[in-house]
């Protein structure tokens, strides 16, 4: 899926942030 590609450099770009990646987490579960 795309979205999983647009994931894996967000997660970089935000590493401050785990709780916007566990919502992305959220968002692909």
Known sequence: ???VS???P???MTPTE???VAA???ELA
Do not use: S
């Open 6 to 8: 647009a994931t894996t």
């Open 24 to 26: 992305l987490l959220k």
């Open 10 to 12: 967000y997660i970089e």
């Open 1 to 3: 899926m795309n979205t």
């Open 18 to 20: 785990p709780f916007d």
